[in-house]
C-alpha cells in the first residue's frame, strides 16, 4: 500500500499527501486550511508527485496524474470524502469514499477509470518493467511519469535506440517520426514486449489480458508504417475484450 506511517508523538499515524484533480478552484483554495486542521500536506503541483498518497478527483480522466495515481496505487477518493472530514473534524476511513464506490456516477470511459481507481493498490502497475520510450517530446514527460510512479524504470527515451540487457518493453507512438529507429525484430528476439503507446491507459484499466496485449502488439516495422492510419476499436465496452482490426491480424512478425 502506498499509505505509510510517521511517528507523531507516542503513536504512528498515517502519512496523507494529496494532490487534486478535476477540482474547482474555490475548493482547491479551501483546501489547505482544511489540512491545517486535520494534518497531512498538500501537493499542488500539476503533474503527479511521487509522494502522493492520496488524490482527490472530481471526476476520472486519462491525464497524467490521474493515471500516474492509480499505477502507483494511491487511495483515489471523491470530494465527498473531504466534505464529511471537514464536518466531523477528524480523518475517516476512506472506504465508503473511494472512487470505484461512485462508478455509477460515469458513463463510458469514465466509468471504466473510476472502476479501475483502486486495481492497482497490492502491486505497482509497472513494477518490473525496464521500458523504452519512442515517442513525441511533448509525450516523453508523461508517459516517463506514468512508467515511474507504476515501479518502472525508462531506461532510454532518444534515439539511437539499442537493445540494453533486461529491457522487458518497449512503447511507441505510431505517430513519432523516430518510430522507424527502434529496432522491432532484435527487441523480440530479445523477449521484450513491444506495444502502441496507447496501450498503458487500457492496460492500467484492465490489467494483462491476453486479447488486449493482441490488439496493440507491435509485431514488425512494417506495422508501425501501417497502423499510423488505422483506426483502433474502442476497447471501453468489453472490458478490453475487443478483437484487432482485420489488417492488424494478418500483420506478420519480422
Known amino acids: 500500500a502506498v499509505v505509510s506511517t510517521q511517528s507523531t508523538g507516542d503513536e504512528d499515524k498515517p502519512t496523507r499527501n494529496f494532490m487534486?484533480?478535476?477540482m474547482p478552484e474555490s475548493e482547491k483554495n479551501e483546501f489547505p486550511a482544511l489540512l491545517d486542521v486535520l494534518g497531512g500536506t498538500y501537493l499542488p503541483s500539476a503533474n503527479f508527485d511521487t509522494r502522493?498518497?492520496?488524490?482527490?478527483?472530481r471526476?476520472?480522466?486519462?491525464?497524467?496524474?490521474y493515471l500516474s495515481a492509480i499505477a502507483a496505487g494511491c487511495i483515489i477518493l471523491h470530494p465527498s470524502y473531504i466534505e464529511a472530514c471537514r464536518e466531523k473534524g477528524e480523518w475517516l476511513d476512506e472506504t465508503?469514499?473511494?472512487?470505484?464506490k461512485f462508478s455509477d456516477n460515469y458513463e463510458g470511459k469514465d466509468k471504466?477509470?473510476?472502476?479501475?481507481?483502486?486495481?492497482?493498490?497490492?502491486?505497482?502497475?509497472?513494477?518490473?518493467?525496464?521500458?523504452?520510450?519512442c515517442c513525441s517530446?511533448?509525450?516523453?514527460k508523461n508517459f516517463k511519469g506514468i512508467i515511474t510512479a507504476g515501479g518502472g524504470v525508462v531506461i532510454q527515451e532518444k534515439p539511437p535506440y539499442s537493445v540494453l540487457t533486461g529491457t522487458?518493453?518497449?512503447?511507441?507512438?505510431?505517430?513519432?517520426?523516430?518510430?522507424?529507429?527502434?529496432?522491432v525484430g532484435a527487441l523480440l528476439e530479445a523477449g521484450a514486449t513491444c506495444v502502441m503507446l496507447d496501450y498503458i491507459p487500457?492496460?492500467?484499466?484492465?490489467?494483462?489480458k491476453e486479447r488486449l496485449l493482441q490488439a496493440y502488439q507491435v509485431t514488425s516495422r512494417s506495422q508501425l508504417v501501417a497502423s499510423s492510419s488505422q483506426q483502433k476499436r474502442s476497447l471501453d465496452q468489453n472490458g478490453g475484450n475487443g478483437t484487432t482490426p482485420s489488417k492488424r491480424q494478418r500483420m506478420s512478425k519480422s
Open 168 to 183: 522487458t518493453h518497449a512503447l511507441v507512438d505510431t505517430r513519432c517520426s523516430n518510430k522507424h529507429e527502434l529496432p
Open 96 to 100: 465508503r469514499f473511494t472512487l470505484d
Open 202 to 208: 487500457d492496460y492500467l484499466v484492465y490489467g494483462a
Open 52 to 57: 502522493c498518497t492520496h488524490l482527490v478527483a
Open 59 to 65: 471526476k476520472p480522466s486519462r491525464n497524467e496524474k
Open 112 to 133: 471504466n477509470l473510476a472502476k479501475a481507481s483502486g486495481k492497482w493498490r497490492e502491486q505497482k502497475a509497472f513494477a518490473g518493467w525496464r521500458v523504452i520510450l
Open 137 to 140: 517530446e511533448a509525450k516523453i
Open 20 to 22: 487534486l484533480s478535476a
